[in-house]
């Protein structure tokens, strides 16, 4: 199986910080990458797929960009309604991992 | 307009087997490149991929789940089953159905279930 990392677990920002989260693949996933968030007591949303095509509806503060092994979500700045646990998943293989989740907190 | 939504027990007892369904409307099982699939949270954890089937029938599973799993389509019904036997303590979790828009390299769950909360207990 594939395994995603991401980093950090976890990690505390202000509204309007520029907000970077990594997720590293075990092997070459090419662009087979989405990133979803996640809020408390809500099912997943998709954000980014194919690495950096966002998803219709998803605001352009949004961005995703890797290949490979090495990929990158990426929140220009910082909204109230971000603050949120986002994970990676490659569907790049059977069984699709998800990574552990970033959790953004104030 | 898609929307998921999953049915089944809250509560099933240890080593009893567990059978979800996930009805949906918007999009049908019988055009290509269609798929839905299963993903699993336990409280406070993170998102586990369970298991898909496309409209082809092409079934994936978990590898460490998939002696225990089966999924299946209704594509007259619009519905997917999902069955895990020998349930444990441990398989308590909110349990989220997916529409899966593609097989190929913008493959994603674009559209998700509201999620079902499936306790294991005695």
């Known amino acids: 199986d594939v395994q995603m990392t991401q980093s950090p677990s976890s990690l505390s920002a202000s509204v309007g910080d520029r907000v970077t989260i990594t997720c590293r693949a075990s092997q070459n996933i090419a662009f087979y990458l989405n990133w979803y968030q996640q809020k408390p007591g809500d099912a997943p949303n998709l954000l980014i797929y194919a690495a950096s095509t966002l998803q219709s509806g998803v605001p352009s503060r949004f961005s995703g960009s890797g290949s490979g092994t090495d990929f990158t979500l990426t929140i220009s700045s910082l909204q109230p309604e971000d603050f949120a646990t986002y994970y990676c998943?490659?569907?790049?293989?059977?069984?699709?991992?998800f990574g552990q989740g970033t959790r953004v907190e104030i | 307009q898609i929307t998921l939504k999953e049915s089944g027990p809250t509560l099933v007892k240890p080593t009893q087997t567990l059978t979800l369904t996930c009805t949906f409307s918007?999009?049908?099982?019988?055009?290509?490149?269609?798929?839905v699939g299963w993903i699993r949270q336990p409280p406070g954890k993170a998102l586990e991929w369970l298991a898909l089937i496309y409209w082809d029938d092409d079934k994936r599973y978990s590898t460490s789940l998939k002696s225990r799993l089966t999924i299946t389509k209704d594509t007259s019904e619009n519905r997917v089953v999902l069955t895990m036997t020998n349930m444990d303590p441990e398989d308590t979790a909110t349990y989220y159905c997916a529409h899966r828009n593609s097989r190929k390299v913008a493959a994603r769950f674009d559209f998700w279930g509201q999620g079902t909360l499936v306790t294991v207990s005695s």
């Open positions: 998943q490659e569907s790049y293989s059977t069984p699709e991992m």
């Open positions: 918007g999009f049908s099982l019988d055009t290509g490149g269609v798929g």
